[in-house]
Nanobody
Framework: QVQLVESGGGLVQTGGSLRLSCALS????????MGWYRQAPGKEREFVAA???????DYADSVKGRATISRDNAKNTVYLQMNSLKPEDTAKYYC????????????WGKGTLVIVSS
């Protein structure tokens, strides 16, 4: 059974930092491209960052310079370090795992809530 479990969300003040974690079980972690997405109230889910199986990373412009995604294949875990948080970063953050082949199956976690107070 595939499980993606996010943690690390919470309430933080503007300018603060958080580290989100996402653990994958039931699949070979190193074969998956891992990503973070977020969805704010009333908005569509949007891409935040990705760490591909190869180690290549990618970021949305909105978080570039403030976020760092990393993965630990030994721990089957991907992290998202978010610094200089802004109220507009408030959202539910979802972890995504996509098998690293064309048309690869993708899985989603249930999300972790981040609230940035002004």
């Amino acid at each position: 059974q595939v499980q993606l479990v996010e943690s690390g969300g919470g309430l933080v003040q503007t300018g603060g930092s958080l580290r989100l974690s996402c653990a994958l079980s039931g699949r070979t972690f190193s074969s998956y491209d891992m990503g973070w997405y977020r969805q704010a109230p009333g908005k569509e889910r949007e891409f935040v960052a990705a760490a591909r199986w190869s180690g290549v990373t990618d970021y949305a412009d909105s978080v570039k310079g403030r976020a760092t995604i990393s993965r630990d294949n030994a721990k089957n875990t991907v992290y998202l370090q978010m610094n200089s948080l802004k109220p507009e970063d408030t959202a539910k953050y979802y972890c995504n795992a996509k098998f690293s082949a064309p048309g690869g199956v993708a899985y989603w976690g249930k999300g972790t809530l981040v609230i940035v107070s002004s």
